[in-house]
């Protein structure tokens, strides 16, 4: 015996949990029973129809028939050349009347003898026969017709509620992680955080809560895709109307966005109101609005710029925190030339051109930086003087230093011609004299040795 109170239990609980209704399960369990008994027991082209009751748990099963008459069926016999012509006339587009089928139809002299009063078109119910044995098999029908049927109202109800969420922002719960893809629990509904839409560097955990960006709903074969992202600009957009109330209300607008997710961002803002402060706005006092968006995105950087009509001013201000010496714009080729001093430079391109490259998106036109060249010529005539003096002074050493070379290059010489004609005398010496010498120089070295120790 079936159960009524686990069944009631289980059809309300879906109700509330799944927000499918009652009467749409009861419709499914109906219309999956009379699959199945049809299965079982029906012939072909045969139309079953059952009737649950909840109250008693018991299944009554009918047969439906049409009353028609010979001018709604084709009431002779018709072979394969008539299939050919059947099939050639639909191709053709041309109106071809159903075959007469005793079970599924009943001529309206037969029907009129069973209800007086039918009309053509109207169905006429015949009881059919429970079956003793009617149980396991049925059972397994109903179920997957059961299951197919929940996932159907499922799908509605999710396309109903997520489908007018789209382009919002929604929190959940860490679910699962498949080969880097963040699977999100919503609620009803499952969501999706592809690795592509996840911000760099960060790392999830199964059961941590994560808000993120639903920018895709879709409807597919296998079910309900919501697509979620924390890298979409978008996101920073939904995040500063949350924490910026004049953002939320359309007093301050973004005007633009440029971002790398994670990294840095760019927004120009724009105030409808000239007493409201646009910065200032997205900003907070003390920093409090921008911090909190910063930290939501994993400590990203946000540089907020004045949205300006006139691209010169946009440019600059584009490139903060660098200062522009000037900015020539080229309409025809949108693009710009943005001359910097020699210690903006750095600045200005940004840590491997991002902040250029920033600029560069945030305002759609192309931008290059130069660099101006150092100084190489003195403006002031002192100082020109100063230079002139110096450089004289150093010529001056130049000269002396030369000549104090040449007057040791000629020591040298002369004391090379000298220890020559020492050479000669010496060999005119005798032996005896030659020793003595040599005790004399031993002398002397030893004497100067001494010295040089002492000092």
Known sequence: MMDLKVLNSALHQLEEERGI???KIVDAIEQALAAAYKKDYGKKGQIVRAHFDLSSGMTEFAQVKVAVDESMVRMEEEGEEDEVTERAEIADGEEVLPRFNPEQHILIEDARRIKKDVIPGEELVFALETKDDYGRIAAQTAKQVIIQRIREAEKVSVMEEYG???????????????????????????????????IRNERYRQGERVRAYLFSVEETPRGINLRLSRSHPIFLRKLFEIEAPEIASGV?????????AGSRSKIAVFSNDSHV???????????VRVSTVMSELGGEKIDIIEWSADPVQFIEDALSPARAQSVEIFEAEKRATVKVSGDELSLAIGKGGQNVRLAAKLTGWRIDIQGDAPTTVPVDETLAQEVAVMNGAKEIEEVEESAHEDELIAEEIQERNNSTDEDADASSKTPEEVEGSIDDLKAESEEARDEEEKA
């Open 164 to 198: 007018k969420r789209e382009g919002e922002i929604i929190s959940g719960t860490v679910q699962r992680i498949e080969r880097g893809n963040i699977f999100v629990d919503l609620g009803k509904a499952t969501g999706i955080l592809p690795y592509e839409e996840q």
């Open 277 to 287: 402060d646009p910065v200032g706005s997205c900003v907070g006092q003390r920093g």
């Open 21 to 23: 209704p009652k009467d």
């Open 252 to 260: 301050v607008e973004i005007k633009a966005i440029a971002r790398e």
